[in-house]
């Protein structure tokens, strides 16, 4: 079977001396775009206490005189990646007070080269030929044209004819020179179930996933976002100048986005090609109700891509459907209260230094691993306690890592995949055992 993905194809401009001065001009705009929209989102906020939504900032920039110097659907991309920033600081100012919001784009005296995306009445591509139109706003025509004509090369192994649909093109400028990002929906042959076996999957703060397998619970911490946030966060403060965020900021800020998205990609990569192995073809993921809830949600437009959450979500969901792994979101109201040995879930029952504590069977363990084995259980619905004798596995801390199983029917023990900054990828950590 065959399922219809989005990939990003990079091209190469080839006339890159005809184009630039053009280009040029476009990111020189998209910038002041966005400068613009900055400023006022501020005169707003200062009237009325509340940063203006999507919507509002659009209709009022589109009696901006920059607004035409793009194409409508690119100037409207460049509001929109505004407003997808404010709502990521308000996240980020939820567990962070010194977060700032985005800044202006100024590069010394000049606005710096922002990316220009061309949508749908954007762009003609010519895939025969490997040209595509760019077109200008209304402001920036001249007489005889109103697009860039741009030639360009791709990878020998992509064909542009080939996809699907090209949804939009972006001109990116790389730190040297202009290159063009193709959208596009691609068909990708997928693989039939994995098998019959069904995991579930706890999402959290210090363990950023945690995995019931059906023979084995994995935890999967997130040490590398860790050191990273704190390395960064620092190198924020260090740079941060009275004109608001420098240069070295914004690059700290794009290279920590750039590592975190590796670091899902890797840790979903690494839960699908264990379920596979495990011949698992279900995998039920937590889904945190309140997260949809929260106060500063409402405020602008909600986007829920910029969670974390939802991001391994989307990866998991896509990569799953590649290698017949069929994820589901479960809402996680109570799995997190319940005890997955007996069901009990009174309040009584407790969490305390990561351990759940049921006082009906006295069940001691692991309390990201008891949400897991609850989402699991979502699915496969066994009788509380019996043939899969669960017992989740009692764990201690040994030296700030988990482990250690002391009564459990299980003949396997939950193990820790740490992420290795020199391989890139999860490894298997020795087991701790008291
Ligand atoms: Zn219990």
Request: glycine residues 6%; negative net charge; charged residues 30%.
């Amino acid at each position: 079977m065959a399922i219809e993905v989005t990939r990003t194809f990079v091209g190469s401009i080839q006339n890159h001396q005809q184009v630039c001065d053009g280009l040029d001009s476009l990111g020189d705009s998209a910038s002041k775009i966005w400068n613009v929209a900055r400023w006022t989102a501020d005169r707003v906020w200062d009237e009325i206490g509340k940063i203006p939504d999507e919507g509002t900032l659009k209709s009022y920039m589109k009696n901006q005189s920059c607004w035409k110097d793009l194409n409508a659907q690119s100037s409207q991309e460049v509001i929109e990646e505004l407003s997808d920033a404010f709502q990521s600081w308000f996240d980020l100012r939820h567990k962070d007070e010194k977060a700032n919001p985005p800044g202006y784009r100024k590069h010394g005296d000049k606005r710096p080269r922002s990316t220009v995306t061309f949508k749908a009445n954007g762009f003609k591509h010519d895939p025969e030929n490997n040209r595509v139109r760019l077109s200008k706003g209304s402001n920036l025509k001249e007489s005889w044209s109103d697009f860039i004509l741009s030639e360009y090369q791709t990878r020998p192994d992509v064909d542009l004819s080939k996809v699907n649909k090209v949804q939009n093109v972006r001109a990116v400028w790389n730190g040297d020179e202009w290159e063009l990002h193709f959208v596009c929906k691609v068909d990708l042959e997928t693989n039939d179930s994995a098998g019959d076996g069904v995991a579930g999957i706890d999402f959290g703060i210090k363990n950023i996933a945690t995995v019931a397998f059906p023979d084995e619970y994995v935890l999967y911490p997130g040490n590398l976002l860790k050191q990273d946030k704190h390395y960064f966060t620092q190198a924020e403060y260090d740079t941060e100048g009275e004109n608001g965020p420098s240069e070295k900021l914004m690059w700290a800020r794009r290279k920590l986005a750039d590592r975190e998205t590796h670091f899902y990609h890797v840790l979903t990569d690494a839960i699908i090609t264990e379920c596979v192995e495990r011949n698992v073809g279900t995998l039920a993921v937590s889904w945190p109700e309140d997260m949809r809830e929260s106060d500063w949600g409402k405020t602008g437009n909600k986007k829920l891509h910029t969670w974390a959450f939802d991001r391994i979500y989307q990866y998991l969901e896509y990569k799953g459907e590649i290698c017949g792994v069929e994820v589901l979101k479960e809402n996680e109201w109570n799995t997190s209260k319940t005890c997955s040995r007996c069901g009990d879930n009174t309040k009584s029952n407790r969490i305390e230094r990561g351990l759940y504590v049921c006082s009906s069977c006295k069940l001691v363990a692991n309390a990201d691993c008891n949400g897991a084995e609850n989402m699991r259980q979502k699915i496969t619905p066994s009788p509380h306690g019996e043939d899969r004798s669960n017992g989740c596995v009692v764990v201690r801390e040994t030296l700030s890592l988990v482990i250690t199983k002391i009564e459990d029917f299980r003949t396997t023990q939950p193990s820790v995949h740490l992420f290795d900054r020199e391989s890139g990828t999860f490894n298997t950590r020795e087991q701790v055992v008291s």
